[in-house]
C-alpha cells in the first residue's frame, strides 16, 4: 500500500508526523510525507474558470498535492489543533478544492483518515470537522477519524490509548471499512453540531440526529461524487443569475462607493 500524509505542523518530529509514521508501519506501507506548513497555496481568486475545466492560472503547490494523491492508495491527513481549529494551511487547501474537479472520480477510490492531535484535554475544538471536509471536498473514501491528545512532540506514542486510536486507523485502512465512533455522526463522522428544536444538525453532511445519535433524516451534502458534481453545476448556475442582476449590483455597489467619497 502506498500512502501520502498530508500533515499540517511545522514540527519535523511532532506527533502528527509520527502519528502518519506509526500508522504506515504498521501496515507495512510506503509512506510519503506532503509538509503543508512547506507548500504554497495562494488564497484562491473565485474566478470559477476551474469549474469549467481550465487549468488554475495560480502558479503554487495544489497540482503537485493532487497528483501525489493520484499516486498513492490511501490518504492519512494529520494535524495538530492550532486555537481549536486546524492550522491556516490546511484551511487554504480547502479553499482551493474546485480545482480539484477532474481528480474526483479517482480520488473517491482512495481511502482516507483523518488523526487530530490537541494539546489540551477540553481544547480540541472544531478541527476535526475541518479536516473532515477537505477528505470530503476532495471526495475521499473516508473511513475513519481519531482525535488523540498529545501537547509535547512525542508524546502520542507514550500513551496507551492514543495508540489505541491509531490502531483504529489501521484496521479501517486495512479492512476497507468505516468506524465511527459513538460521539460522532453515524453518516459522515462530524463530531460538531449544531441544536435546533431540540434535534442535532451535522453541519458538515446535513443529517439530523436525535440525542442519542440516531438518525432521524439522513443528509447527503458533500457526501461523494455526485453531490459534489451537482454542486458545482448550481455554482455555474450562478454565472447567469450573475448576468441578469449585474446592472442591478452595480447600482447596488455605488450606494457604498457614493457614501465613502
Ligand atoms: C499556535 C498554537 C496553538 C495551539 N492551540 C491549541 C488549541 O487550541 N487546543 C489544543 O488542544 N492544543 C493547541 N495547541 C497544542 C498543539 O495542538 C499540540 O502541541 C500538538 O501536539 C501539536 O502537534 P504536532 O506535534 O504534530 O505539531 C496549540 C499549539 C500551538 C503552537
Same mark, same amino acid.
Given at each position: ?6 500533515? %499540517? ?6 506527533n ?5 509514521? $506509526?500508522?504506515?508501519?504498521?501496515? *507495512? ?24 475545466g481550465?487549468?488554475?492560472?495560480? =502558479?503554487?503547490?495544489? $497540482? $503537485? ?6 499516486? *498513492?492508495? %490511501?490518504?492519512?491527513i494529520?494535524?495538530?489543533?492550532? @486555537? ?6 490546511? +484551511? ?29 484535554? =477540553?481544547?480540541?475544538? @472544531?478541527? *476535526? %470537522?475541518?479536516?473532515?471536509?477537505? #477528505? ?13 491528545? %498529545? ?20 484496521? #479501517?485502512?486495512? =479492512?476497507?471499512? /468505516? ?10 463522522? *462530524?463530531?460538531?453540531?449544531r441544536?435546533?428544536? /431540540? ?17 432521524? /433524516? ?8 455526485? @453531490?459534489?458534481?451537482?454542486?458545482y ?5 450562478? +454565472? ?5 442582476l449585474m ?5 447596488? +455597489? ?8
Amino acid at each position: 500500500m502506498r500512502i501520502v500524509a498530508i500533515v %499540517a505542523t511545522e514540527r519535523k518530529n511532532g506527533n502528527s508526523i509520527l502519528a502518519a509514521k $506509526y500508522i504506515s508501519k504498521k501496515l *507495512s506501507a510506503d509512506l510519503e510525507i506532503i509538509r503543508l506548513t512547506k507548500m504554497r497555496i495562494e488564497p484562491c481568486r473565485a474566478c470559477y474558470a476551474c469549474l469549467y475545466g481550465v487549468k488554475c492560472k495560480i =502558479d503554487d503547490d495544489v $497540482y $503537485y498535492i493532487y497528483d501525489t494523491i493520484l499516486e *498513492s492508495d %490511501a490518504v492519512l491527513i494529520c494535524y495538530p489543533v492550532y @486555537w481549536l481549529d486546524a492550522t491556516g494551511k490546511l +484551511k487554504a487547501l480547502i479553499d482551493r478544492v474546485f480545482m480539484a474537479v477532474p481528480y474526483l472520480e479517482n480520488f473517491a477510490q482512495k481511502k482516507a483518515a483523518l488523526v487530530t492531535v490537541h494539546g489540551f484535554e =477540553d481544547m480540541n475544538g @472544531w478541527a *476535526s %470537522a475541518t479536516c473532515n471536509v477537505l #477528505a470530503r471536498t476532495l471526495g475521499l473514501n473516508l473511513l475513519a477519524s481519531v482525535e488523540v491528545h %498529545a501537547a509535547l512532540p512525542g508524546e502520542i506514542l507514550l500513551k496507551k490509548e492514543n495508540l489505541e486510536k491509531l490502531d483504529t486507523v489501521v484496521k #479501517a485502512l486495512s =479492512d476497507g471499512v /468505516k468506524i465511527v465512533d459513538k460521539n460522532q455522526c453515524p453518516v459522515c463522522m *462530524s463530531s460538531i453540531f449544531r441544536v435546533n428544536k /431540540k434535534r442535532l444538525f451535522c453541519p458538515i453532511c446535513g443529517s439530523e440526529l436525535d440525542f442519542d445519535f440516531n438518525v432521524v /433524516k439522513k443528509g447527503n451534502k458533500l457526501l461523494n461524487y455526485s @453531490w459534489l458534481i451537482e454542486h458545482y453545476e448550481s455554482l455555474k448556475s450562478m +454565472k447567469d443569475i450573475f448576468k441578469n442582476l449585474m446592472k442591478e449590483l452595480e447600482n447596488a +455597489k455605488r450606494i457604498v462607493d457614493n457614501d465613502i467619497s
